[in-house]
Nanobody, 121 residues
């Protein structure tokens, strides 16, 4: 089992920045893959960024160059999502996700509760 708790969401103006954090605990093997997904109203949940064992990262085309995923590699207890140059279309509930490496490129088994990010003037 893995427990995930997100923090850092909020309201930000277009062009601004925000950093999300996800505190992870539980089975270490199931924290090799860690990712951020988001879901906007009326839309399907989509991958934002992921990081797997060895520090390899992947991003959706819509956030590439603006968002950065990182984590404390040694302990894999925290994963961050640095979001820059935010746009109104980035507004969504952001979910932390974790699982074993072999589940990539799919989502891992474990989800956080989500944190709301609203980009608006």
């Amino acid at each position: 089992q893995v427990q995930l708790v997100e923090s850092g969401g909020g309201l930000v103006q277009p062009g601004g920045s925000l950093t999300l954090s996800c505190a992870a605990s539980g089975d270490a093997f199931s924290r090799n893959l860690m990712a951020w997904f988001r879901q906007a109203p009326g839309k399907q949940r989509e991958l934002v960024a992921a990081i797997v064992q060895g520090g390899v990262t992947a991003y959706s085309d819509s956030v590439k160059g603006r968002f950065t995923i990182s984590r404390d590699n040694a302990k894999r207890t925290v994963v961050y999502l640095q979001m820059n140059r935010l746009k109104p279309e980035d507004t969504a509930v952001y979910y932390c996700n974790a699982g074993p490496d072999y589940q990539w490129p799919g989502p891992g088994d474990y989800w956080g509760q989500g944190t709301q990010v609203t980009v608006s003037s």
